[in-house]
T-cell receptor
Framework: AQTVTQSQPEMSVQEAETVTLSCTYD???????LFWYKQPPSRQMILVIR??????QNATENRFSVNFQKAAKSFSLKISDSQLGDAAMYFC?????????????FGKGTKLTVNP | SAVISQKPSRDICQRGTSLTIQCQVD?????MFWYRQQPGQSLTLIAT?????????ESGFVIDKFPISRPNLTFSTLTVSNMSPEDSSIYLC????????????FGPGTRLLVL
């Protein structure tokens, strides 16, 4: 079975600084997607960034970028120029490519605090 | 991405009662899912809501406790039946708009407290 591990229950960063959240996963599949979701206190799950396993290029979305190491099964999220609004729970998630019919497998989450 | 709404946004219920949560999408989607997030925990899939047929439940979840309907491609309901305090959680629906993308987008969630 696929598993996703986030080894940092909590992280903190100073405003305007950079922080990296770690995620590792275990799968025997070769074709899959990886995601980072953000869950602020409002509890809405917000998609931050998406990576397709067959793409070697790391995904970027404005201040958010990933370091995808397929052989090492590692998928870390880097947040640059951290803002107070970035404070939230961050969940790493995996899904096997199956035409959208598969469930997401989530890590336990990392709580990010941004200090002014 | 699709715009997803859930009703109610929160509720406080007495044990032994049932609550039906609605999930409405502003466009037709291929897949709809229901997740549960217990306090301080990650998300766990309850079931896949299948249009026009019975939902597909994950291990540990049964239809009698969590009946699900999906009458069309934009709407689904989840009922939490015979509630106990252990059912206090956030319930979220998610949708896949495009099979090629595999991306799930989430509704705002329903926060349920059972007394």
């Amino acid at each position: 079975a696929q598993t996703v591990t986030q080894s940092q229950p909590e992280m903190s960063v100073q405003e305007a600084e950079t922080v990296t959240l770690s995620c590792t996963y275990d799968t025997s599949e070769s074709d899959y997607y990886l995601f980072w979701y953000k869950q602020p206190p409002s509890r809405q799950m917000i998609l931050v960034i998406r990576q397709e396993a067959y793409k070697q290029q790391n995904a970027t979305e404005n201040r958010f970028s990933v370091n995808f190491q397929k052989a090492a099964k590692s998928f870390s999220l880097k947040i640059s120029d951290s803002q107070l609004g970035d404070a939230a729970m961050y969940f790493c998630a995996y899904v096997r490519r199956q035409g959208g019919s598969e469930k997401l497998v989530f890590g336990k989450g990392t709580k990010l605090t941004v200090n002014p | 991405s699709a715009v997803i709404s859930q009703k109610p946004s929160r509720d406080i219920c007495q044990r032994g009662t049932s609550l039906t949560i609605q999930c409405q999408v502003d466009s037709q989607v291929t897949m709809m899912f229901w997740y549960r997030q217990q306090p301080g925990q990650s998300l766990t899939l309850i079931a896949t809501a299948n249009q026009g047929s019975e939902a597909t439940y994950e291990s540990g979840f049964v239809i009698d406790k969590f009946p699900i309907s999906r009458p069309n491609l934009t709407f689904s309901t989840l009922t939490v039946s015979n509630m106990s305090p252990e059912d206090s959680s956030i319930y979220l629906c998610s949708v896949v708009a495009s099979r090629s993308q595999e991306t799930q987008y989430f509704g705002p969630g329903t926060r349920l407290l059972v007394l």
